[in-house]
Structures are given as C-alpha cells and as structure tokens.
C-alpha cells in the first residue's frame, strides 16, 4: 500500500505499563515497536499519543472500594471497564517504552487527564462527546488518511479507528504492529467493528511509498 505526503501514522499509547512488567501489560506488547518503526519510514507525518491519567482517576479500580480490575460498572456515560492503576501522570509507567524512538513525530497527544471520564480514543473521551483536538489538528494539517498502530488493539486502537470512520476518515491498521488485551471476546468485536465501517487492515511490511 503506497503512503503519501497526506496520511499520517497514528502510535497509540506504547508506553511502560501496557508492555511487559507494566502496571497493565499487554501480552507482548514491547513487540509492536519493531513493526512500528519499519512503518515509520515510510511516513512524512507522526503523531503520538499517551495515556496519562491523574493518580485518582476514576477508572481505576482502586477508587472503587469493594471492586476488582476488570469489573465493569455504570458511569454517567455508560459502561465503564476497571483497570488497574496505570499510566499516572510523570511516572515511569507513563513513559513511552524505551526502544520506540521516533524523534520525527510532529506531535504527541495526551489522553486521559480528566478524572471523571476514562478516554481509549485519540479523537474522543469516552463520553464520545468531548474531542481531544485531534481531529481538528489533522483537517488543519491537511491530513487526511489515518494509520493506526500501537497498544491496545482492541481498545484504544480500535476506538479511534472506529472513531476516524466515524469523523469521515479512511482508517487502515497495522495488525502486526498491535497487541490486543482481549478481555471477554473483545479481540473479536473490534474486528468484526472494523469490517462492518470499512476499516482496514494489512501487514507493516505492506507499506510502500
């Protein structure tokens, strides 16, 4: 697939505590940085993104005595997963995993930081209400085709994937350069999301100028 000077590589969240030894590890996750910067090559335009929640943020499972990681309660915008605590701001867990190197990227997005609202998206909160900018940075750029890769799969990938549809956006995913969480079929579903809005999905060794 040939890339031009109006796509843009999307590098969701591939920090310290979605890696092994990491707060909320990702099964292999440190593997997707390899692909990543094969990838990287061959793009003019990169941006970054970073989970970085504050120390009491509300989805995190510690904030809500009596509950575990992983159990699911009502917010005021709907479901909500609980997560280990993870990503805090200025720790060692928020900080990008030490071999993704990729001084080129334009721009590093931080996601998160509001404690009432989780936010797997890069373009919305999970209110799927409130922008994070995004979208409004890449129409100003003149960027108009989103690839995705990064941590995880089928939760922050695949949020803004679907959301990048949602705005009007063609969307392609690197699929060896994600790992996924897949918690409670959650693999499936965002695959399945992606061939329902027309999302795409190919190898990082498919990209060609």
């Not at 918690?183 to 498919?206: P, W, Y």
Request: glycine fraction near 8%.
């Amino acid at each position: 697939m040939k890339v031009n000077e109006h796509d843009v590589l999307l590098v969701v969240d591939v920090q310290n505590d979605f890696c092994p030894g990491g707060a909320l590890a990702v099964a292999g996750g440190d593997e997707v940085v390899a692909p990543i910067h094969r990838a990287a090559s061959w793009f003019e335009h990169i941006v970054l993104t970073q989970d970085w929640h504050p120390h009491d943020h509300s989805s995190f499972a510690p904030e809500h005595p009596g509950r575990q990681p992983f159990e699911s309660i009502q917010m005021p915008y709907g479901a909500q997963t609980l997560w280990p605590a993870h990503c805090v701001q200025g720790s060692k867990g928020a900080e990008f995993h030490p071999t993704l190197h990729l001084p080129q990227a334009e721009l590093i997005l931080r996601k998160g930081f509001h404690r009432d609202v989780d936010s797997y998206s890069v373009f919305f909160e999970n209110d799927r209400v409130t922008s994070t900018g995004l979208a409004g940075y890449l129409r100003e750029r003149g960027l108009t085709r989103v690839f995705l890769a990064g941590l995880a799969y089928d939760y922050c990938v695949a949020y803004s994937a679907l959301d990048a549809r949602r705005l009007g956006l063609p969307v392609v995913v690197l699929r060896d350069a994600c790992r996924a969480i897949d918690l409670e079929g959650s693999t499936a579903k965002a695959g399945a999301d992606f061939v329902r809005t027309g999302v795409q999905i190919i190898e990082s060794g498919q990209i060609c100028a």
